[in-house]
């Protein structure tokens, strides 16, 4: 089964508005991983939590980590054109899930 | 500071040929992993290295793929044969491997491979 989940599967949102996505895991983990895809391009890492972290910002993005939940979220303020990407977690690096796709309407 | 470079980019093939990819990780960089990115879907890791050693292949289809690192550098996955169901890109990633846990991964452009 996957190890980390996003949800939701797609998000559309105005250029301008904040968007948040979720992942959910199953087993514990040491850490937890953002990673953004756009159309045609590898993946880059956004931002990285550790399982002692609750919170992590890294310019607009926002990254909370509840280890009770097995859950974590990712916060992009202020959205723009170029954040328009399929956003997947990693735990572990071990198995990705099927991502979340934002896209960002003019 | 390069990144990691794949070849070719993009590969079309008849089922039952066989096909190659290649992968030159970020110099100095210890943990190369290849990954299958099936349309759709996340990355799915099919091999991890450390060095020339092989860390994790559980989902390696190993009947048909192979993979190999022998100087602990550069990589090559091969596919031998190719059915339907492997038209994908394959990405190669890399990292220092100084810290398994909290390495970031630095990804390659990846190779899109469509088998007719």
């Known amino acids: 089964s996957q190890q980390g989940e996003e949800d939701p599967q797609a998000l559309s949102i105005q250029e301008g508005e904040n968007a948040t996505m979720n992942c959910s895991y199953k087993?514990?983990?040491?850490?937890l991983q953002w990673y953004r895809q756009n159309s045609g391009r590898g993946l880059v890492h956004l931002i990285l939590?550790?399982?002692?972290?609750r919170e992590k910002h890294s310019g607009r993005l926002r990254v909370t980590l509840d280890t009770s939940k097995k859950s974590s979220s990712l916060l992009i303020t202020a959205s723009r054109a170029a954040d328009t990407a399929s956003y997947f977690c990693?735990?572990?690096?071990?198995?990705f899930g099927k991502g979340t796709r934002l896209h960002i309407l003019p | 500071e390069a990144g990691v470079a794949q070849s070719p980019r993009y590969k079309i093939i008849e089922k039952r040929q066989s096909v190659a990819f290649w992968c030159n990780p970020i110099?100095?960089?210890?943990?190369l992993y290849w990954y299958q990115q099936i349309l759709g879907q996340g990355p799915k890791l099919l091999i991890q290295f450390q060095n020339n050693g092989v860390v994790d292949d559980s989902q390696l289809p190993k009947d048909r793929f192979s993979a190999e690192r022998l100087k602990g550098v550069d990589s090559t996955l091969k596919i031998q044969p190719a059915k339907l169901e492997d038209s994908a890109v394959y990405l190669c990633?890399?990292?220092?491997?100084?810290?398994?846990?909290?390495?970031?991964?630095?990804f390659g452009p990846g190779t899109r491979l469509t088998v007719l």
């Open positions: 990693d735990r572990d690096k071990i198995i």
């Open positions: 990633a890399s990292s220092s491997g100084v810290a398994e846990s909290t390495d970031t991964q630095y």
């Open positions: 110099s100095g960089h210890a943990t």
């Open positions: 087993t514990s983990i040491n850490n």
């Open positions: 939590i550790r399982s002692n972290e």
